[in-house]
């Protein structure tokens, strides 16, 4: 993969804006048709930053338009310098993972897991993302920084014998914590694209906020 450098802060590369400004070279991310799982479409991201590294964990749809999370990385933020052939996040549960019946009558974005959101909170990783079985609902799931970037480096040098072996691995470094508004199943209310941020009282991490 050709790697291109450039500085962020050149004015160049960016289009006026009165309060943001749009990279020139958009997207930074594409779909790959060779990856069946992200062929269609990679949008909605979250970004985070460890040890001077933005990752970035993309939703992605491919041929059965099941959504998936990928994870690149960039250091300037605008080019990408890395990303996994596979996906990290991906529907495993019964509230993450459509019917038969409603896969059969949904066009395009089938169900599976969307949109995430993620917030470092001490040594771990949250993140609240949309899983969409019969209606959307938010759920949350947590990872160890340290498990996430071992992770990234067993992924990136192929510390594995087998692409299934990995992505298991993944799966089971994850905590899915469920659904955080479960009552809004019953009463068919959907739920999606919440945030989680800690709130600090004299320096220590006493509550926790949800938009």
Not at 107 to 119: A, H, N, Q, V, Y
Not at 175 to 199: D, Q
């Amino acid at each position: 993969m050709e790697i291109i450098r450039r500085d962020a802060n050149d004015e160049t590369l960016w289009e006026n804006g009165e309060v943001l400004q749009r990279y020139k070279f958009n997207p930074i991310l594409e779909a790959k048709k060779d990856h069946f799982w992200e062929s269609k479409m990679v949008y909605n991201a979250a970004v985070f930053k460890l040890d001077g590294i933005n990752y970035i964990v993309y939703r992605a749809i491919g041929h059965d338009h099941i959504s998936r999370l990928g994870l690149a990385w960039t250091k300037n933020g605008v080019d990408i310098i890395g990303r996994l052939p596979f996906p990290i996040f991906e529907p495993t549960q019964d509230y993450e993972y459509p019917s038969d019946k409603n896969k059969a009558v949904r066009p395009r974005e089938k169900g599976g897991c969307e949109d995430p959101r993620i917030t470092l909170i001490g040594d771990t990783i949250y993140m609240l993302y949309t899983a969409y079985n019969e209606l959307c609902q938010t759920a949350m799931a947590s990872i160890k920084i340290d498990d996430f970037k071992e992770l990234v480096s067993k992924s990136i040098f192929g510390d594995y014998q087998k692409e299934c072996q990995i992505r298991e691995t993944w799966d089971r470094r994850w905590n899915r914590h469920g659904l955080v508004f479960p009552e809004n199943v019953e009463r068919k209310i959907f739920s999606r694209n919440a945030c989680l941020f800690p709130i600090e009282v004299d320096g220590k991490i006493e509550k926790y906020a949800l938009i």
